[in-house]
């Protein structure tokens, strides 16, 4: 039998849950919560595919340069630890061979997250690295034979762009999921005609913008996910978000698309292991 919950972007390897992480992956598993920790530099990559091997079969991990660490000036004390921790503080430059020596490893699912943040870095030159780095990790995932796991802030359209320019050339190798979906229903489709899934947080317990989207797309094309420690759904709003709580996502996608509950959860659950070629 499947898992009954996946969340499939989430960061339990990151320092913000160095006190507890064995009572927090405890707390996912009695709740039937399977997870995918995203990697976003090389260390939080690493890291996601150490605490994968510590749990087989429970915790899946993904690797890859998130737009914004191709940056210098954003440090994120959740990620790395922040004071009194080494951390990082320059742009990452993308290490191909590096991030294909871990995604060869057996626990990683998809390549990512990668993508483009045009939210946080506005400047032209970073726009043109973080296009090039995104670049970079569609071709390792094409070559992979893996899923990508986007990250995209206000750039939905640059994105499609990218991505439809390696539809001419690989059609049917190219897929993947786009996290933390914020687009409209127009953006949705272009997605979803290229045969890329979408994921919810727990935003949309306390957000309405998102209900268009959820309502309208086919359910065998929608994930949850927490990307914890960011983002608490509802009732846990402000506070350290962690995977046990997609079930409140997934119980809000049920609500908003007026649909049973079991079926909605079933489906969720099973689209995660089509999509990432999981084996829990
Ligand atoms: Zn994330």
């Excluded at 032209?124 to 071709?139: A, H, L």
């Excluded at 094409?142 to 750039?155: G, N, V, Y």
């Excluded at 929608?222 to 506070?239: C, F």
Aim: hydrophobic content about 40%; proline content about 5%.
């Amino acid at each position: 039998m499947p898992p009954k919950f996946f969340d499939i972007h989430t960061h339990a390897h990151f320092a913000a849950f160095d006190e507890d992480r064995d009572m927090v992956m405890l707390r996912a598993r009695e709740a039937g919560v399977v997870m995918i920790n995203v990697g976003t530099q090389k260390d939080t990559s690493h890291a996601a595919v150490l605490l994968a091997e510590k749990y087989p079969g429970f915790a899946y991990a993904t690797i890859g340069l998130h737009p914004i660490h191709t940056e210098p000036s954003f440090h994120d004390t959740e990620e790395l630890g922040g004071v009194g921790k080494e951390f990082t503080s320059r742009g990452e430059i993308f290490d191909t061979d590096y991030y294909r020596k871990l995604a060869k490893k057996d626990s990683v699912v998809a390549i990512g997250e990668c993508g483009l943040d045009y939210f946080r870095i506005t400047n032209p030159e970073s726009r043109i690295k973080q296009e090039d780095v995104f670049r970079k990790q569609i071709e390792l995932a094409i070559e992979m034979d893996k899923p990508l796991m986007i990250h995209c802030r206000d750039a939905y359209k640059e994105t499609i762009e990218i991505l439809n320019s390696y539809f001419i050339i690989h059609n049917s190798k190219l897929r993947g999921n786009v996290h933390f979906f914020a687009g409209t229903w127009d953006e949705a489709k272009l997605f979803l005609n290229l045969g890329f899934t979408l994921s919810f947080t727990g935003v949309i317990t306390f957000a309405r913008q998102y209900g268009e989207v959820i309502k309208n797309a086919p359910l065998d094309m929608l994930m949850s996910e927490t990307d914890a420690p960011y983002v608490a759904p509802e009732p846990y709003r402000g506070k350290r978000n962690e995977p046990a709580y997609v079930i409140e996502v997934v119980k809000k996608i049920a609500e908003i698309r007026g649909e049973s509950y079991e079926k909605v959860r079933e489906t969720l659950a099973r689209n995660a292991v089509r999509f990432f070629h999981l084996n829990p």
